[in-house]
């Protein structure tokens, strides 16, 4: 098998199809790009672009794109004229004013490179007129032009865009994948993984399949609010499972934040810890979003009854309605506390 798409994380059945439509002269003139933020897609769309111009694209030999001629250094190094961005600007939503940039240039052929390639940002955000005033071009666009459209999700976008766009998307990757990726691009993350193994791996875990979340995460700022949430949902469910240790429960709620918009995320975020146990009970292989090591989640879920969870999903839902209503911060979380019966 050719090596192909070696830069793009995970995704190996995108990958191997992509290598395919590439050798055989199959790429579609257009394709949606689905999936989260940070999980590759523009990664994916410059990849995309350096193997349909790439001088070795038909060597079997070299991988594809290959990443050292001119025209993959040009375009992988962001300096290619013929790959062109298109995004919202400043503006709220995409509108039909960018579309016309795009059909008034479509027709000049590229530069240097064998394709032209768009890469349209947040395509989701494409007005109503604005994807109607595309649908032409898009359908039959130049032979020399591809449209990438990146979008979290595909849904908002017209049918009629949709027929015309094969989606390809991008999937979680795992945490051994982000691991691998950050111990070879990141010298702060090998750092990390040395000096404090802990803290990596919850870096892992929360960077929830996504590289440029993991990326992000690097950063000690960004990471410390999100590995504290963690930390907050552990010990709310532990102290769950010592049933009634009143000290530990008032230490417990001191330690939320008294923001309200911060405390939210962090009930937010033991919302999430808890629907991973209640998938541990019904099923062994649903991925799970807050444990990386699903072991841990198991034998916490062992310690709760499938209603048990239910209910603490129920109280801590409430409380996060309650508090997104404006309710008192103290007496809510009190009150949080004695339904879930730690105080
Ligand atoms: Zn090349």
């Known amino acids: ?4 798409f070696e830069r793009i994380v995970g995704n190996r059945r995108l990958r191997e199809r992509l290598c395919d439509d590439v050798q055989n002269g199959r790429v579609s003139h257009a394709y949606i790009l689905e999936g989260p933020a940070g999980s590759g897609k523009h990664t994916l769309a410059y990849q995309l672009a350096a193997a349909l ?11 594809l794109p290959c990443g050292t001629c001119p025209s993959c250094k040009k375009i992988l190094g962001g ?10 600007g400043e503006k709220a939503t995409f509108g039909v004013d960018v579309i016309r940039e795009i059909k008034q240039d479509v027709y000049v052929a590229p530069n240097e490179s064998a394709a032209k390639v768009y890469v349209i940002e947040e395509a989701d955000l ?30 908002p976008l017209l049918e009629t865009v949709r027929s015309r766009a094969p989606v390809l998307r991008t999937e979680p990757i795992t945490t051994d994948d982000i691991d691998r990726y950050l111990v070879r691009e990141s010298a702060e993350a090998v750092t990390l993984r040395a000096q404090d193994p802990t803290e990596y791996t919850e870096l892992l875990a929360a960077a929830n399949g996504s590289i440029g979340r993991a990326l ?6 960004e990471r410390k609010p999100i590995l504290t949430r963690r930390s907050l949902a552990r010990t709310f469910l532990q102290l769950c499972t010592e049933r009634k240790n ?9 330690s939320m934040s008294p923001k309200r918009e911060e405390l939210c995320r962090q009930l937010s975020t033991l919302l999430i810890c808890l629907r ?6 019904q099923t062994e292989s649903a991925p799970l979003c807050f444990f990386a090591d699903r072991e841990e989640a198991v034998s916490l879920a062992y310690e709760f009854t499938t209603p048990e969870l239910l209910g603490l999903c129920d109280t801590v839902q409430d409380t996060l309605n309650r508090l997104y209503a404006n309710a008192n911060i103290n007496l809510t979380l ?6 879930a019966n730690l105080l």
């Open 1 to 4: 098998m050719r090596e192909a």
């Open 53 to 63: 111009s790439c001088e070795h694209r038909h060597s079997l030999s070299h991988p």
């Open 246 to 254: 009143s000290l530990a429960a008032v230490r417990f709620l001191n």
């Open 216 to 221: 992000t995460l690097l950063d000690a700022k």
């Open 126 to 155: 494409m007005t109503v007129p604005a994807q109607n005033a595309f649908l032409l071009t898009l359908e039959e666009p130049p032979a020399y032009v591809l449209f990438l459209l990146l979008c979290e999700s595909a849904e």
């Open 334 to 339: 009190t009150s949080l506390a004695v339904r």
């Open 79 to 88: 300096h290619s004229t013929d790959v062109i961005v298109k995004n919202r």
């Open 276 to 281: 991973d146990l209640l998938l541990c009970k």
